[in-house]
């Protein structure tokens, strides 16, 4: 059973930077089919799509346009997780962060495994 | 980006109706399609993919159709753990995108 948790604190100071990491169990982020996405949720975006790291061969990142000069987002093989960054973040930015896995193939890529979700409050 | 617009944004039903959710594509999507149900305090959970095929474990009540900008969420007879908030998402390009979400409401 594949399963995704999430770690990470709940508030950030502004112009600091923001960290999640999701770790995954039942499932290789290293998969040549798989994509490891970050989703967050907010009342004022509603749910808003910010990237994902895949590996083909070799690593391969995207980023939705209005957030790609301050998102990164990494992988780490050996533990088996991958981990959002922002920067210089603003109020704005407060919301549940999500990971979420998809699957090239049948489900066309959908999101079908979620993380628990972390709050994060940007707030000095 | 490709804007996903959902109607109703919420309803009112009751149980065992008839429920239609309706999302539109601002462009061609073909089938790129899926459903996600959200309950409060809880993670979006995958219905429908690829416009018309229901996730493993997902009632049948759930259904999805439609292909290109046009699509429809059904719940054929509505139980009281429906009620719920529901989000389109297309897949077809980046970045992904979602509807504002229906709200069903008892």
């Known amino acids: 059973q594949v399963q995704l948790q999430q770690s990470g604190p709940g508030l950030v100071k502004p112009s600091q930077i923001l960290s999640v990491t999701c770790a995954i169990s039942?499932?290789?982020?290293?998969?040549?089919?798989?994509?490891w996405n970050w989703i967050r949720q907010s009342p004022s975006r509603g749910l808003e799509w910010l990237g994902r790291?895949?590996?083909?061969?070799?690593?391969?990142?995207d980023y939705a346009p209005s957030i790609k000069s301050r998102i990164i987002i990494n992988q780490d093989t050996s533990r088996n997780q991958f981990s959002l960054q922002l920067n210089s973040v603003t109020p704005e930015d407060t919301a549940v962060y999500y990971c979420?896995?998809?699957?090239?193939?049948?489900?066309?890529?959908?999101?079908?495994?979620w993380g628990q979700g972390t709050l994060v409050t940007v707030s000095s | 980006d490709i804007q996903m617009t959902q109607s109703p944004s919420s309803l009112s039903a009751s149980v065992g109706d008839r429920v239609t959710i309706t999302c539109r594509a601002s462009?061609?999507?073909?089938?790129?399609l899926c459903w996600y149900q959200q309950k409060p305090g809880k993670a979006p959970e995958l219905l429908i993919y690829?416009?018309?095929s229901l996730q493993s474990g997902v009632p049948s009540r759930f259904s999805g159709s439609g292909s290109g900008t046009d699509f429809t969420l059904t719940i054929s007879r509505l139980q009281p753990e429906d009620f719920a908030t529901y989000y389109c998402?297309?897949?077809?390009?980046?970045?992904?995108?979602f509807g504002g979400g229906t709200k069903v409401e008892i």
């Open positions: 462009q061609n999507i073909d089938i790129y």
């Open positions: 979420a896995r998809g699957i090239v193939g049948p489900t066309l890529d959908a999101f079908d495994i």
């Open positions: 790291t895949y590996y083909r061969s070799k690593w391969y990142n």
């Open positions: 998402q297309q897949s077809y390009n980046t970045p992904r995108t």
């Open positions: 039942g499932d290789s982020v290293s998969r040549n089919s798989g994509a």
């Open positions: 690829a416009a018309s």
